[in-house]
């Protein structure tokens, strides 16, 4: 098996490329810079790996970059400015696609508009996978299996401060700065109102929450039938993205160490209610967003090779069996409940 890693000189991409080699998998280092790339496969662990140099200006070249693979991992942000030149190439190419984005306006666009060619083409794109995007796409749609039918979802990502990338930073102010969606009777449209304050695993007190464009309001309503589907952070969270300018961005470090990131933890919470007001609550958590990030996207790239989903552009919860996806991914810490 060979995967493909563009974005493999960056932060989430150079963990990515370890996490490949940890399992055995051949990593292919794609990007601009032939000497960037050697130097992550050294820091990576994996010194042998192929290098293959491409950038998103020509379509043809990265197309050659990722043949003869058999998936890719797109872990280059902001994917707004850089991820569709990745999945045109990657279908053109006959590779399996899936990214580390979390930015609501991208994710929506790609299940949009690549289905048909990842059809025609026999793979599939599955982007946000993430440890926002596919745990709480996923566990969405375990808690939405214990309702007759749905009236109401609410998708939060319920961490509290920590440490980020400037990545990650970067991306963050972009989503803040566009504002959230929610889904209700059928389309997409901007967020009104505010987000309720609830409760969360392991804390007291109520939490305030700020609506917030996280992925589940673009993937949770293509495989839950919902009349209503919103989502939001912690309200002291979206007041330090509001705060993001791009001189704060440009003074967040480029990677977390080890240490600083494995003192963090990140926590997906989705509750839903029927039309009686019976309602159900799941959660999935872990530590090390970033690794876990990792873990993710190669645990997701393995199975549409070795197990295969649906071809076409699919949300996490289309393309993986939820339990199984979940249940792998507890050796790493996480955990998860359905009540």
Known sequence: MRIAVYGATGFTGGLAVAELGRRG???????????????????????????????????????DAFAGCDAVVNAAGPFELWGEPVVRAAIAAGCHYVDTAG??????????????????????????????????????????????????????????????????????AAVFAAGPLEYVGGRWRPATGDAPAITVPGEDDEVALTPFALPGVVTVPRHV????????????VAQLFGSL????????????????????????????????GRRTRGWVTGPDAYGLTAVIAVEGVYRLVTGGAPAGARTPAQAFDALDFLDALAPHGVTWEVS
């Open 245 to 276: 300018t791009p001189d704060v961005v440009d003074s967040v470090p480029e990677v977390l160490d080890e240490e600083a990131r494995r003192s963090t933890r990140w926590l997906m919470l989705v509750e839903a209610a029927d039309d009686t």
């Open 25 to 63: 998998i051949s990593p292919v280092l794609v990007g601009r810079d032939a000497e960037r790339l050697h130097k992550a496969a050294v820091d990576a662990g994996v010194a042998d790996a192929e290098v293959r140099v491409a950038g998103l200006d020509d379509p043809a070249a990265l197309a």
């Open 103 to 172: 930015e609501q306006g991208y994710i929506q666009r790609i299940l949009d508009t690549f289905g048909p060619d990842a059809e025609r083409a026999g793979v599939t794109v599955v982007p946000a996978m993430a440890d926002d995007g596919g745990p709480g796409d996923l566990i969405a749609g375990l808690v939405a299996r214990e309702l007759p039918g749905v009236a109401d979802v609410l998708v939060v990502d319920a961490r509290l401060p920590g440490a980020a990338s400037r990545g990650t930073a970067r991306s963050m």
């Open 225 to 236: 039938r919902a009349g209503r589907v919103r989502s939001g952070i912690r309200t002291e």
